[in-house]
């Protein structure tokens, strides 16, 4: 059996550079912050939106899938 190449681990090259002897990329302290704002006011605003309903049903039919036949059997009575 013939692993694709896509799966196949790379082999390192002799000659070729390491990623880690690269130095490290740095942001400018001003571009940091500004990209921190811009992230945590989208992020704020995801958090401020609501659930939409058809997401809510399917975490409902979840919840009563993992409960099991007995329980939704007895959340089912005197409903009705």
Same mark, same amino acid.
């Given at each position: 059996?013939?692993?694709? *190449?896509?799966?196949?681990?790379?082999?390192? %090259?002799?000659? +070729?550079?390491?990623? $880690?002897?690269?130095?490290?990329?740095?942001? !400018?302290?001003?571009?940091?912050?500004?990209?921190?704002? *811009?992230?945590?006011?989208?992020?704020?605003? %995801?958090?401020? +939106?609501?659930?939409? $309903?058809?997401?809510?049903?399917?975490?409902? !039919?979840?919840?009563?899938?993992?409960?099991?036949?007995?329980?939704?059997?007895?959340?089912?009575?005197?409903?009705?």
């Amino acid at each position: 059996m013939t692993i694709p *190449k896509s799966v196949q681990p790379t082999q390192h %090259v002799a000659g +070729e550079s390491d990623v $880690d002897d690269e130095p490290a990329a740095s942001i !400018d302290a001003a571009i940091q912050g500004a990209l921190g704002r *811009k992230l945590r006011e989208s992020y704020e605003e %995801v958090v401020r +939106e609501e659930v939409p $309903d058809k997401f809510l049903r399917l975490l409902n !039919d979840l919840k009563l899938a993992e409960s099991g036949p007995a329980d939704s059997a007895d959340s089912k009575v005197g409903k009705g």
